[in-house]
């Protein structure tokens, strides 16, 4: 069964519609608040490092508690913006097979992100959740939280991570994505909010920001403590 998909209409197919992730975060309050606002048995997860800023913003609006899921896109050799798949904590693979096979990867380059990936995800752990136990999702309704889909590889890999945990109910909610990975992921999820949906065959998460930049550790590091309940 489908997801129900909801978006802002008249934001369909348009570039640079939020000032800043944290814009986009109250944007997807308004579409959420009205069904989630103030539930029971309700969960944010924001997905580092882009999601956090997206995820705090949902989360003051819904008042509900939030943490983080921490998933990574394998990146390509020589373009770290783009990924041939993700990985979760557990070293669960969700590989882009097309996009391999066209990218010619050796086997070599394919274990080295891999063991990049792995590294990376105990360092988050390590610094973003001190190592603490995930969270019980047993009749919890979860939202997956990010700053937007690009491939839509690194959100399966969140997808798969909180249904493994038995999350009752699991909802995606990104400010911008495409058509295309809306469609790869709407078969697993009961519902997906984005605010801006865009269609044809360029796409770029930093295309619906006005102010784009990556997070780092530190700025990541501030915002949980800045804004920790």
């Known amino acids: 069964m489908k997801a129900r998909l909801h978006e802002i209409r008249e934001l369909r197919n348009r570039q640079y519609v939020f000032k800043d992730r944290n814009h986009a975060g109250k944007v997807l309050g308004t579409m959420l608040s009205p ?15 882009g999601g956090v800023p997206v995820a705090l913003e949902l989360r003051d609006s819904l008042d509900c508690p939030m943490d983080l899921l921490l998933v990574r896109k394998l990146q390509i050799p020589g373009n770290p913006e783009a990924g041939f798949g ?6 669960t693979l969700f590989l882009n097979e097309p996009l391999l096979a066209e990218l010619r990867l050796s086997r070599e380059q394919v274990e080295e992100q891999k ?11 390590d610094l973003f959740r001190k190592g603490r136990p995930f969270p019980g999702l047993d009749n919890t309704s979860v939202i997956l939280v990010d700053d937007g889909l690009a491939s839509g590889y690194t959100m399966t890999a969140s997808i798969h991570e909180v ?3 038995n999350a009752a109910r699991t909802i995606v909610a990104v400010p911008t994505a495409p058509m295309s990975s ?3 992921i709407e078969d697993m ?18 295309s619906a ?19 920790s309940r």
């Open 182 to 184: 809306i469609h790869r």
């Open 163 to 165: 249904k493994r945990k």
């Open 35 to 49: 069904e989630y606002g103030k539930a029971k048995d309700l969960l944010v997860l924001g997905i580092p490092s």
């Open 86 to 91: 993700a990985m979760t904590m557990d070293g």
């Open 189 to 206: 999820v009961d519902e997906i909010f984005c605010a801006n949906i865009r269609e044809g065959p360029f796409f770029a998460v930093a």
């Open 115 to 125: 063991r990049k990936v792995k590294g990376e995800l105990e360092r988050r752990n």
């Open 209 to 227: 920001y006005e102010d784009w930049y990556d997070l780092d550790h530190d700025q990541v590091m501030r915002l949980i403590q800045g804004q």
